[in-house]
């Protein structure tokens, strides 16, 4: 898969591609007199919570405290004006949010005083049963938090890219074909086949794998779109693709 999405062309408008990214986000979210800085700010902490709670959890830190941490990291990011010194320039946006969460962490006053910071302000609700849920099935070794984050950031936007794809096959019959044609999204599904697909769907079997054929090229069109918003140049893409395809097989 990794070397598939490198063999893409890239965007036919990289401009383009660079406007709308997260860095963008961030920049919104740092100014509270911006519209829509609020919800801006809110997409990247439920879009990105679960690889920071992951690395704070590997830390050592119990659900409770990860959750309360992770929430305090976020309202951190205004209240201690880190945003504002925000520059795209610097790289990979996981690179600067980690740095930026192992920083908070250091303080240990940052969590011990995050109710008289923030009076306990939450900006999202975090479900704490569904953080562990999907804690527990994190591997039992001695990976370091570091490559957990890592992974999950990977995995992270993998899901991001997925959620984009399916949003546009949200017109009525398209719903049914996305779930059907999903399944050889990556490769072939060995316990399906075309046929058996093109009758649930009534197409002919050439219709199945064609339009099989543009849900990989738009899959994988969106995903180099994804990572091109969390670099700092169209030239750290290529590298990006393949560090985060390492941390997932890692």
Avoid at 35 to 48: I, K, M, V
Avoid at 64 to 72: M, P
Wanted: with cysteine; hydrophobic share 40%; net charge neutral.
């Amino acid at each position: 898969m990794a070397e598939s999405l490198k063999r893409v062309p890239s965007i036919t408008d990289q401009g383009s591609a660079f406007r709308t990214t997260l860095w963008t986000e961030v920049l919104r979210a740092r100014d509270a007199a911006s519209p829509g800085s609020s919800d801006a700010l809110e997409s990247l902490c439920r879009t990105y919570w679960y690889p920071l709670y992951a690395f704070v959890r590997r830390q050592g830190h119990d659900a409770h405290e990860a959750q309360d941490l992770t929430q305090a990291f976020f309202t951190d990011l205004l209240s201690k004006k880190f945003l504002e010194m925000v520059d795209r320039e610097k790289g990979r946006f996981r690179s600067y949010l980690l740095a930026r969460l192992k920083n908070f962490l250091a303080n240990e006053w940052t969590y011990q005083r995050r109710q008289k910071r923030g009076g306990g302000m939450k900006l999202f609700s975090l479900d704490e049963a569904a953080a562990e849920g999907r804690y527990g099935e994190e591997p039992h070794d001695n990976e370091t938090p570091e490559r957990l984050y890592e992974r999950r950031w990977a995995q992270t936007i993998l899901d991001e890219v997925l959620g984009k794809l399916a949003a546009e096959y949200e017109a009525p019959g398209e719903v049914k074909r996305f779930a059907e044609l999903k399944r050889f999204l990556i490769e072939a599904d060995e316990t399906d086949s075309y046929a058996a697909v093109a009758a649930r769907l009534s197409l002919s079997e050439s219709a199945v794998k064609s339009a099989i054929h543009r849900l990989r090229q738009r899959y994988r069109e969106l995903f180099r779109a994804e990572i091109a918003s969390t670099v700092a140049t169209s030239a750290e893409v290529d590298e990006e693709i393949r560090y985060l395809f390492s941390a997932l097989r890692s």
